[in-house]
C-alpha cells in the first residue's frame, strides 16, 4: 500500500479482556514498530523487528504484550488482560534500512485503545 | 537505556518570530538525532535529521544544530507561520537503520497570527 496502515483505529475493550492490534507496513520496508503514546507525551517504544524476528523487544511493558511478524510484513500486537493503563495510541512505523530514506520513521494513524 | 529531555514542553510565538526547541540525550553512543512533527490527531512525520558526523544542517526555514560533546541538541524553525503549529519531537538512537528510537516528551508550538 501507499502508507501504513493500523487496524482498527479505535478499540474500547472492558478491563481483562484480549485485544488485537494489525499493522500492514510499506511494501519493502523490512524494520517495522511498535510505539505507545499516552496524551501529552511523546511516543514510547515498545518493539522492533527486523523481517520476521524481534530484533529489540527491551520496551514491552510485561508479559502481557506480545507481538508476531510472522511473514516478515503484517505484524499483530496482542495485550492480554487489559488494564486501564493500558490506555493510549498504539502506533506502528516502518522503515527502509538501505537507500536515500534510511532510517526514516513512516508511521500509522495509530489504533486508540480504551480500556474500561 | 537512552533517555532524551525536551524543552519547553509549550512554545508560543508571533508569527514571523523564530523559535528553538532543545534537547539534551544521555547515551553517549547516540549518532542519529531526527525530529518528527505531529499535527492534532495525525501521525508524527519527519521534518529534519542529523547525523553525528555533521554540527549543523539546514532546510529552508528548519535548523538543527548538534553538539555532541555536550550531549544536546535543537531545532529551529525561522519566519514561522501558523501552519508550523504543531507537537514537535526530538529523538535519539544509536545509528539511523535498523535500531530504536528514544523520543522526548515534545514541545506544543502555537504560531499567533
Known amino acids: 500500500g501507499a502508507g501504513v496502515s493500523q487496524t482498527p483505529s479505535n478499540k474500547v475493550t472492558e478491563k481483562g479482556k484480549y485485544v488485537e492490534l494489525r499493522c500492514d507496513p510499506i511494501?519493502?520496508?523490512?524494520?517495522l514498530y511498535w510505539y505507545r503514546q499516552s496524551l501529552g507525551q511523546g511516543p514510547e517504544f515498545l518493539i522492533y523487528?527486523?523481517?520476521?524476528?524481534?530484533?529489540?523487544d527491551s520496551g514491552l511493558p510485561n508479559d502481557r504484550f506480545f507481538a508476531v511478524r510472522p511473514e516478515g510484513s503484517v505484524s499483530t500486537l496482542k495485550i492480554q488482560r487489559t488494564e486501564r493503563g493500558d490506555s493510549a495510541v498504539y502506533l506502528c512505523?516502518?522503515?527502509?534500512?538501505?537507500?536515500?530514506?534510511?532510517?526514516?520513521?513512516?508511521f500509522g494513524e495509530g489504533s486508540r485503545l480504551t480500556v474500561l | 537505556g537512552e533517555n532524551v529531555e525536551q524543552h519547553p514542553s509549550t512554545l508560543s510565538v508571533q508569527e514571523g518570530d523564530s523559535a528553538v526547541i532543545k534537547c539534551t540525550y544521555s547515551d553517549s553512543a547516540s549518532n542519529y538525532f531526527p525530529w518528527y512533527k505531529q499535527e492534532l490527531g495525525k501521525r508524527p512525520q519527519l521534518i529534519i535529521d542529523i547525523r553525528s558526523n555533521v554540527g549543523e544542517k539546514k532546510d529552508q526555514r528548519i535548523a538543527v544544530t548538534l553538539n555532541k560533546t555536550a550531549k544536546h541538541f535543537s531545532l529551529h524553525i525561522t519566519e514561522t507561520q501558523p501552519e508550523d503549529s504543531a507537537v514537535y519531537f526530538c529523538?535519539?538512537?544509536?545509528?539511523?537503520?535498523?535500531?530504536?528510537?528514544?523520543f522526548g516528551g515534545g514541545t506544543r508550538v502555537l504560531v499567533k497570527p
Open positions: 523487528f527486523q523481517g520476521t524476528g524481534a530484533a529489540d
Open positions: 511494501s519493502g520496508h523490512t524494520a
Open positions: 529523538a535519539a538512537s544509536r545509528k539511523a537503520a535498523g535500531n530504536k528510537l528514544t
Open positions: 512505523a516502518s522503515s527502509s534500512t538501505s537507500g536515500k530514506n534510511t532510517g526514516e520513521l513512516f
